[in-house]
Each structure stands twice: as C-alpha cells, then as structure tokens.
Nanobody, 122 residues
C-alpha cells in the first residue's frame, strides 16, 4: 500500500525557516512529479511548488524566492525548504506524488499525504 508521510511542520516566528519532508513508501513502479500544496480553512487547496523526476520546478508566485523544492529520487522523498516565512504562509501543507504503484494500475495516479500544520506567528 502506498503511503506519503510528511514531517517538519510546526510553529515559527515571522522571518523564520522550516523544512518539510515527505517520504513515499510502498511498492512503487515509478514516480513522476511530486509537490507541495497548502490549504487554510474555508479556502481551496493551492499549489505551492512542484518538481518533476528530472528536476524541473514550478512555484506559486507568492513563494518564489523564499521556498525551494527538491527531491531525492533514490529515497522517494521530496523536501520543501521554507525561508523568510510570513503569517500568510500559515496553512496545512500537503505532499502530493503522481505515481504508478506496482500491481494496482499502469496509470499515473495522484496520492496525497495526511498534511502537516505550519503556523507562522507575527
């Protein structure tokens, strides 16, 4: 069974930094893109950053220059380094992976983690 397990969230002051990690476990044939999304109560989940298996990245305008996404393909892990954090970055951050699991399907399917809370105090 495929699982995405996030870690690294917490409480930080404005201007501080946090590093999120997301490890994908289970029987996996291939992982295409991986990414981070965030959601606050009452709003839709929004893209933060994505990274392809080849290392191409995409960022939301609101985090460009402050956040950096990276991945370790050997460990099936994606990271999000968040610097210069602002109160408006407060949200639940979700990891996403577009992958093909062994024995279930031959199609790429999006899997989600359970979410990790990031709170930035002013």
């Amino acid at each position: 069974q495929v699982q995405l397990v996030e870690s690294g969230g917490g409480l930080v002051q404005t201007g501080g930094s946090l590093r999120l990690s997301c490890a994908v476990s289970g029987s996996i044939f291939d992982i295409n893109s991986m990414g981070w999304y965030r959601q606050v109560p009452g709003k839709q989940r929004e893209l933060v950053a994505t990274i392809t298996s080849g290392g191409n990245t995409n960022y939301a305008d609101s985090v460009k220059g402050r956040f950096t996404i990276s991945r370790d393909n050997a460990k099936n892990t994606v990271y999000l380094q968040m610097n210069s954090l602002k109160p408006e970055d407060t949200a639940v951050y979700y990891c996403n992976a577009d992958l093909v699991p062994y024995g279930v399907s031959t199609l790429y399917t999006h899997y989600w983690g359970q979410g990790t809370q990031v709170t930035v105090s002013s």
